[in-house]
């Protein structure tokens, strides 16, 4: 067993048997610590005695795989045991250092108590995830400490009530003093220190809310914006604007004095908003930024203080559509805390709006064996579902009548996730009817390529003879409508032709990429393309269009454009390059798939030759294939220290369906897959297999599963049947 850091140093800890994961059939989990006399009439699920590492967790040995089907079939049992009845694998969708903060500081400045069972798992996790060697923390859990991560990190403990003479806070605070303290933290934190009133919002770059009131014929109207930028945008000028700070307290007034290497009082602010340590600086600012925050800050002295109002009550009705289309879900636990606090400060704690956000705070905070943290978002519901489906068919496993409860289980929670309505006018939100979310249908928000696998995945069930009786679940009508809405976000004007976005097709030029003022990211001012998201929707319209006839030249159109897309995004070397997975090994096998799917393979393509050739140049010795998170950091292939299961699968996957002729290749990463494989059916988490805005990386924990099944299945089949 694990002995945590946090145990080393005698932390406490919660007992792990009082965990219990609630789980509805929309698929919103939220965690609940029992009381001692409930145990016996409310016994813990296997699926949280995994996710948990508990003793308890009881699971078949199967006999050891002779063949590629057999060890895909071992960890399909495995992967059964872990799912819900609802039909989703819940999972801690984890990685960002930067998230947490954001609900810790929503409860002290709203005096939101925190329960003691959250508070003492949420220091757990922020100290097992501390560097090992420094002590300080980065963007995300595998990364080199930052000043922003140190210094938002550091802050959360001591607000949670780790004392400042703890070896945590001692070794953090050193390092946060080393890297220039929070006086070089970037935009994002600067402004939750500000809240605290251990920062000064001089010192804060502007993000006027009379920017929401332009026209939106106009270009750069933030609902232009990439959704997420946007929705963070929107509180923070409210926010900003306001200069919200809460009172001091004896604790904000002692870490005034420790966050920063000179006296708090003797600070001049204004001097410090373009203040940023170079280790964080991954997107610089442009002479364009600097000289447009330069004119704001002085437009923010004279502005009158009825257009303030004025604006920041338009903002405010934006924020409510965000509530109404979401559930007070928000799009993600980032903006989410910002509104929550707006809520609190526009009506107070006893309204509905912000105890609504409150509770659904428990939908974003999830459990593990390190401890709790908030997530990315509140899961991958609806991704992951999609994918078990359409593995298990193409795996050859849905034929099995052990997996036929697991199949209806994924098929029903999809039909339960496709939205069924519109979101509220105003919202400056695209027609999501028919669609589908990454995570819930209460999230609210459409995703380009989860619509496509999840229609995928519906119509394998409903076309395969053994389960040609759910048929009568489908709506569709519903469907057709999933498909308008995929087809609508595929680029067809001016930006990026024939690709597709996330959540919505580009909005606005690119070059509005000049006045990103994150810092910490990169390509986050509009919708940018994404290569796996134009994967995916060829991959979904090309299934769709061979069993119905619907819009068939509007399909075919975009078939083709998308294709012609992911050719073009290939580079020199035969790469594309990924950026929701690490990265040209994960955007590789969603290309040669897509490629697959209208008929383009290694001997007849040149484009997939070369895709090919360029994975395959990567194996290495141990038969498997293993790229670094610095590859989404630096745009070039970075080399792993040795073959890792999912990435292996990856390859494996690309190639099977590419029809690479050199079968020994392939055979040396089964090897590797197999040879990984625990006597149980599952697999090790081995590394980091997620990324977003090319510096940040997350954990997919079902991925282990997922891939694995697919690369195997596609092998047996090929090769042994």
Sequence with gaps: MTVYYSEKIGLPKTDPQRWR???????????????EEDLKNDPQTPYVQYLLK???????????PQS????????????????????VFPCQYKGPMFMSIGYVVACYFTNTPIPDHVRTEMIRYV?????????????????KSTCFGTCMNYVVLRLL????DNPVCIKARKVLHALGGALATPYWGKAWLSLLNVYKWEGVNPAPPEMWNLPYSLKIHPCRWWVHTRAIALPLSYISSYKSQMPLTPLLKELRNEIFVQDFDTIDFSKHRNNVCGIDLYYPHTSLLDFANSILVGYDTIRPTWLLKESNDAVYELIKKELANTEHLCIAPVNAAFNTIVAYLEEGPESYNFKRLQERFKDVIFHGPQGMTTMGTNGTQVWDTSFCLQYFFMAG?????????????????????????????????????????????????????????AIKAILMVKNHPKFAYLGDYIDEDLL?????????????GSYHFGSFSTYESTRANPALEKINPAEVFGNIMVEFPYVECTDSSVLGLTYFKEHWDYRRHDIDTAIERGVKFICDAQQEDGSWYGCWGVC?????????????????????????????????????????????????????YVRGKRGMVVQTSWVLIGLILAKYPHKEVIDRGVQLIMSRQKTRGDFDFEAVEGIFNHSCGIEYPNYKFLFPIKALGLYSKEYEQ
């Design 21 to 35: 994961l609630r789980v509805n059939e929309l698929g919103r989990q939220y965690w609940d610590y029992i009381e």
């Design 480 to 492: 057709k409508k999933g498909i308008d809405g995929l087809l609508s976000l595929q680029n067809v």
């Design 584 to 636: 040209f090994t994960y955007a590789g096998m969603f290309a040669l798939e897509a490629l697959a799917s209208v008929n383009q393979y290694y001997e007849t393509n040149e484009v997939v030759r070369k895709g090919c050739d360029f994975l395959v140049s990567k194996q290495m010795a141990d038969g498997g294939w293993s790229e670094s998170i610095k590859s989404c950091e630096t745009h070039t």
């Design 397 to 453: 496993l849905a034929d099995l009548d052990e997996y036929e409860e697991l199949i209806i289980r994924c098929f029903k929670f999809l039909i339960r996730s496709q939205f069924t309505t519109d979101t509220v006018d105003g919202s400056y939100r695209d027609k999501r009817i028919g669609c589908f979310p990454f995570s819930t249908k209460e999230q609210g928000y459409t995703v380009s390529d989860c619509t496509a696998e």
């Design 54 to 64: 508990g003793d308890e967790f009881e699971c078949p040995i199967p006999e050891k």
């Design 127 to 143: 100290v097992n995830t501390a560097h090992p060697v420094d002590g300080g923390w980065g963007l995300h859990e595998w990364d």
């Design 68 to 87: 590629a089907f057999e060890s895909a079939r071992n960890c399909a049992d495995f992967l059964a045991l872990i799912q819900d009845e609802s039909g």
């Design 161 to 164: 009530g780790l004392p400042k």
